[in-house]
């Protein structure tokens, strides 16, 4: 059996060095916010628009790269391609130039002169305000419900720590990934020019969900084996035997969801690329928090409540 919990406080120092790291960058550099948290225009525009049916069979809409390639030239900050049905293509950049629009419609009418700007929406500041206190009220209302549910679902495990500190070990695993994947966008930002928009914050809310259900595996197991000990068992070895017999869950359930998610880095294009990394940060962070985290924290707090009697 591999004796995970005896090594904590190495996890311990390896997770506080990556948390302080993370929150110092975001203190310093801060994240790069594109136009759901700044402003902007949001443009629709369709390509191979009043083309004859058998013309319209043979026409093939512009690729993202082409797009970007042709208003490269226009210098639009924050620009970003999507690729919708039906040959239309929604742009988004940061801007609110009713000149510049035209500009942007004129140089798509050079790769295809039937173009047809559908709509343009302008997203002012006081929207994107509203959008950004929005998302935090979601991402703290979801970690108080995680942290009223597990105490609620552990309430009748008494022994050896009370049921609220189940949850406050949840808890503070979910911070723990959540600061480091900003850490990791911070450090993409300032580096790569990489911007977080509204997909970023469903990333995170995706990220509390898989790292909560992965913890909360182990602390089943953990009571299982509370409750078949006896409460005669050592604290330390129940929660060690609970993480080893999880483990290869975690593992294989984890190396699953990564494999996808690179091969969506990777070939999925730039549309959902960064909120696939996201994930991918999320997951493997949440991962090592439900198992040198989450579960070790428990072990800490027993052991600090035995260290106080």
Known sequence: ???????????????????????????????????????????????GANKTEEAEKEFQIPSS????????ELNLNSLTVQLSENNTVILRYMASDEELNEKVV???????????????????????????????????????AIAL?????????????????????????LAHDIIITLGVFVILGHFWEVEIGIPF???????????????IVVYDRIRENILR???????????????????????????????????????????IKFFSVALLAGIVFGTYSSIYVASALLVSSYEYKIGKK
């Open 229 to 271: 000990s006896g409460a005669k068992e050592n604290f330390e070895n129940i929660v060690n035997k609970s993480i080893n017999e999880t483990l290869a869950r975690s593992i294989n359930t984890s190396l699953t969801v990564v494999v996808v998610l690179l091969a969506v880095i990777f070939f999925g294009g730039e549309t």
């Open 65 to 72: 790269q082409e797009i970007q390639d042709k208003l490269a």
């Open 149 to 173: 549910y597990i105490a609620w679902a552990f309430r009748k495990v008494s022994y050896p720590i009370p049921s609220w500190q189940y949850g406050l070990g949840a808890v503070m695993a």
């Open 106 to 144: 004129e140089n798509l009418r050079e790769l295809d002169e039937n173009t047809k700007q559908l709509r343009v929406d302008f997203i002012g500041a006081s929207i994107s305000e509203q959008i950004k206190e929005n998302a935090l009220m979601a991402i703290i209302l979801a970690v108080i």
């Open 1 to 47: 059996m591999l004796q995970i919990i005896s090594k904590r406080k190495y996890t311990y120092i390896l997770s506080v060095a990556l948390v302080v790291l993370s929150v110092a960058v975001l203190f310093i550099w801060g994240l790069k916010l594109g136009i759901d948290f700044k402003g902007g225009t949001l443009m629709e525009v369709q390509f």
């Open 201 to 215: 914050i469903a990333a995170l809310l995706t990220i509390l969900g898989y790292s909560v259900n992965d913890t």
